[in-house]
């Protein structure tokens, strides 16, 4: 499956609007990113630096302009301020696998339902505009949080996949 012919897609939810990453969003964003904790199931698990950001923020335009979707910048309708990131992306971020979903969240607003809401707008975006059979979620065996997450979007477990250089939690909900 190919898309082609890019149009960023911001979303709306009750507390917040989904933006497609760009440069304006870099200080939310290395904000996120930096935090060890936050980073701790995702990649290698460091912290991300600046150059690493910005080098995400092009990446991400690239795969809007190439598939229609990529990531997304969480911002609170109330405060203006990036409270986290998610995405509809091949898994892996190869053309070939499966689209999955994703996100990450400010510490401080964890518990909140704030990824739940993202998540289902995210997937939402998938079904309805991109017309996906089904969408997945990978984490970490570990990652409680998310797979507590998946489980509340009605996601159900396919086990553990060879996803990420390990063997992730997957996850997958299809369309109704």
Request: net charge negative.
């Given at each position: 499956?190919?898309?082609?012919?890019?149009?960023?897609t911001?979303?709306?939810?009750?507390?917040l609007?989904?933006?497609?990453?760009d440069?304006?969003?870099?200080?939310?964003?290395?904000?996120?990113n930096?935090d060890p904790?936050?980073?701790?199931?995702?990649?290698?698990?460091?912290?991300?630096?600046?150059?690493?950001v910005?080098?995400?923020?092009?990446?991400a335009?690239?795969?809007?302009?190439?598939f229609?979707f990529?990531?997304?910048?969480?911002?609170s309708?109330?405060?203006?301020?990036?409270?986290g990131?998610g995405?509809?992306?091949?898994?892996e971020?190869e053309?070939?696998?499966?689209?999955?979903?994703?996100?990450?969240l400010?510490?401080?607003?964890?518990?909140q339902?704030?990824?739940?809401?993202a998540?289902?707008?995210?997937?939402?975006?998938?079904?309805?505009?991109?017309?996906?059979?089904?969408?997945?979620?990978?984490?970490?065996?570990?990652?409680?949080?998310?797979?507590?997450v998946m489980?509340?979007l009605?996601?159900?477990?396919?086990?553990?996949?060879?996803?990420?250089?390990?063997?992730?939690?997957?996850y997958?909900?299809?369309?109704?």
């Amino acid at each position: 499956m190919r898309w082609t012919n890019a149009v960023l897609t911001t979303l709306e939810t009750l507390r917040l609007r989904l933006e497609p990453f760009d440069e304006t969003h870099f200080a939310g964003l290395l904000v996120l990113n930096s935090d060890p904790l936050i980073m701790q199931f995702l990649g290698d698990g460091s912290p991300a630096t600046q150059t690493e950001v910005l080098e995400s923020i092009d990446t991400a335009k690239a795969r809007w302009e190439r598939f229609g979707f990529s990531w997304w910048s969480f911002i609170s309708r109330q405060s203006g301020e990036i409270i986290g990131a998610g995405c509809v992306q091949h898994i892996e971020n190869e053309a070939g696998n499966p689209v999955e979903v994703g996100w990450r969240l400010k510490r401080d607003h964890w518990g909140q339902g704030y990824a739940t809401e993202a998540a289902q707008a995210m997937i939402g975006f998938a079904f309805d505009q991109l017309a996906l059979p089904a969408v997945y979620a990978t984490t970490h065996p570990s990652n409680e949080r998310s797979i507590n997450v998946m489980k509340r979007l009605g996601m159900r477990s396919v086990g553990l996949q060879p996803y990420y250089g390990t063997l992730a939690a997957t996850y997958v909900l299809e369309r109704a």
